[in-house]
């Protein structure tokens, strides 16, 4: 395996008597795409949480390219990691078109903090212009340009979902984590969510950790799978090994 992105060494988190996750390790290698699946409540989205420095962990660390983030503050993580992920209701600014969503997504990544997003002077124009070509460019590719004049609101769940990935994809992060990014969506936008993360990961190199109960879908997507169960690691590999682990069946997928 290439260098890890993000090593998780011993997390636990309880939530007052509640252990959502119980000492996980698990490494990400840079440029891959890994999926993490298990039933519902076994800790997969509280691991991002501890990841993302949303919610505190107990006990171990999260080390992401080498530096340990365990205690850093969400925005840090943001920014000097260049780590962002998606959470599993969809958020979009809806009075705003999807051109306005992006650029004020790569705006407030690089001054993160809404207020500092509307500061005068540091934006100079030349960055809106950059921004605002970088924003077409991930219209086009999301698929959204019939309905990019829009307000963000009146998209469908789909659309909408695409739109805050294609937000995500602005700041360009070095790791993305998804949490369920097809929830709720047709297959033909399922289709077009994963042209877009198989465009991101091997023409940008940008590396993606994926919560998602459409297994099948996820098993093709992911170069490996991760297996949550009751806040412990089940099994952590390939998707065909995945596919046979009697023990992942039994946990998950069922007969
Ligand atoms: N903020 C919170 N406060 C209290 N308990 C929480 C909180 N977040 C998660 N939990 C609990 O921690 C456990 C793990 O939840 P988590 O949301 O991580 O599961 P999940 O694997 O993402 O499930 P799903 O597939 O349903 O999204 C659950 O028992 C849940 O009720
Ligand atoms: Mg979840």
């Known amino acids: ?3 890890a992105i993000l090593s998780v060494r ?24 890994c999926g993490l699946i298990g039933p519902n409540g076994s800790g997969k989205s509280t691991l991002f949480d ?6 505190k962990s107990d006990a171990g660390s999260v080390l992401l390219k080498g530096m340990d ?11 000097e990691g260049r780590l962002l992920r998606s ?12 051109e306005e969503n992006l650029v004020l997504a790569g705006q407030m990544a690089r001054f993160p903090g809404i207020a500092s997003t509307f500061s005068v002077g540091a934006t100079s124009r030349a960055r809106v212009k950059a ?37 995500m994809l602005m700041p360009e992060p070095e790791l993305v984590l998804l ?15 994963i042209q877009c993360i198989v465009s991101a990961n091997k023409d940008h190199g940008i590396t993606f ?7 099948d879908v996820l098993m093709n997507l992911s170069h490996r799978v991760i297996v949550l169960h009751q806040g412990q690691k089940l099994a952590d590999d390939t998707p065909e090994a995945i596919v046979r682990n009697p023990q992942v069946v039994e946990a998950y997928l069922g007969g």
């Not at 959470?87 to 009075?95: A, L, M, R, S, Y």
């Not at 460019?137 to 979902?161: F, T």
């Not at 369920?180 to 399922?190: H, K, Q, R, S, Y």
Request: with cysteine.
């Open 179 to 193: 949490d369920e990014p097809l929830a709720g969506i047709n297959p033909i936008l399922i289709e077009k969510v």
């Open 69 to 79: 983030i365990t205690h850093w503050p969400m925005n840090r993580i943001a920014r």
């Open 209 to 215: 950790l994926v919560i998602e109960h459409n297994t």
């Open 131 to 167: 921004l605002r070509e970088r924003a077409r460019e991930l219209i086009e590719v999301s698929g959204l340009s019939r309905v990019a004049h829009l307000p963000a609101g009146n998209m469908s769940g789909g659309q909408q979902k695409l739109l805050q990935f294609a937000s």
């Open 1 to 3: 395996m290439s260098q």
């Open 87 to 98: 959470f599993q209701k969809t958020v979009v600014f809806p009075t705003m078109n999807s």
């Open 10 to 33: 011993g997390l636990r988190k309880n939530y007052g008597g509640v252990p959502a996750l119980q000492g996980v390790d698990f490494d990400v290698a840079r440029g891959e795409v």
């Open 50 to 55: 501890c990841c993302t420095g949303l919610q």
